[in-house]
């Protein structure tokens, strides 16, 4: 991966489900395609799958490799593969960003960040936020509320880092 899915952004989704994915993102995905670098149309991964995910997972073409790098070093026939490769791989979708840096989003992913039916006839709003090696994507009200939830935690980010380095 030659840089990382860094920070949030907020993106108007259209009444034909099209968002504009943030020019920094489109960036990591570019040069995580080795196939978009003459169409400049990167491909994007979009796991949908998990219960209890209020958010689609999106991946770049290296980081969707990666993850089924991971997913098949499981105990093949395991419990856990078969939901990793449920949740993660069977319930994921490629799209390809066009050349004004849109997708559309599938009815599967519009389904899981909650936009129902007409939703999208007024408009909605999108939150994208990175994480490293991948970003989520959520409806703008979802996210805004988890992270009100996660401010009523007063402990600072950095020891839980640290925590983690000491442990791990």
Same mark, same amino acid.
């Given at each position: 991966?030659?840089?990382?899915?860094?920070?949030? *952004?907020?993106?108007?989704?259209?009444?034909?489900?099209?968002?504009?994915?943030?020019?920094?993102?489109? @960036?990591?995905?570019? #040069?995580?395609?080795?196939?978009? @670098?003459? =169409?400049?149309?990167?491909?994007?991964?979009?796991? *949908?799958?998990?219960?209890?995910?209020?958010?689609?997972?999106c991946y770049s073409k290296?980081?969707?490799?990666?993850?089924?790098?991971?997913?098949?070093?499981?105990?093949?026939?395991?419990?856990?593969?078969?939901?990793?490769?449920?949740?993660?791989? =069977?319930? =994921?979708?490629?799209?390809?960003?066009?050349?004004?840096?849109?997708?559309?989003?599938?009815?599967? %992913?519009? &389904?899981?960040?909650?936009?129902?039916? +007409?939703?999208?006839?007024?408009?909605?709003?999108? #939150?994208?936020?990175?994480?490293?090696?991948?970003?989520?994507? *959520?409806?703008? &009200?979802? *996210?805004?509320?988890?992270?009100? &939830?996660?401010?009523?935690?007063?402990? +600072?980010?950095?020891?839980? %880092?640290?925590?983690?380095?000491?442990?791990?």
């Amino acid at each position: 991966m030659a840089e990382a899915f860094r920070g949030e *952004y907020y993106q108007k989704v259209d009444g034909k489900a099209r968002v504009s994915i943030p020019a920094a993102f489109r @960036s990591v995905l570019l #040069a995580d395609d080795p196939f978009a @670098s003459n =169409s400049q149309r990167p491909r994007l991964y979009m796991v *949908y799958g998990g219960k209890y995910r209020t958010f689609v997972e999106c991946y770049s073409k290296l980081g969707a490799d990666k993850l089924a790098e991971e997913i098949e070093t499981m105990e093949l026939g395991s419990k856990e593969r078969t939901r990793a490769e449920r949740d993660l791989i =069977s319930r =994921s979708v490629m799209v390809e960003v066009d050349g004004e840096g849109r997708i559309v989003l599938p009815p599967q %992913v519009r &389904e899981k960040m909650g936009f129902h039916g +007409d939703d999208l006839a007024a408009g909605g709003e999108a #939150a994208f936020a990175g994480f490293t090696n991948r970003f989520r994507l *959520y409806r703008r &009200e979802v *996210y805004e509320a988890e992270l009100a &939830e996660d401010d009523e935690d007063d402990t +600072d980010p950095l020891t839980l %880092v640290g925590r983690h380095k000491r442990t791990g």
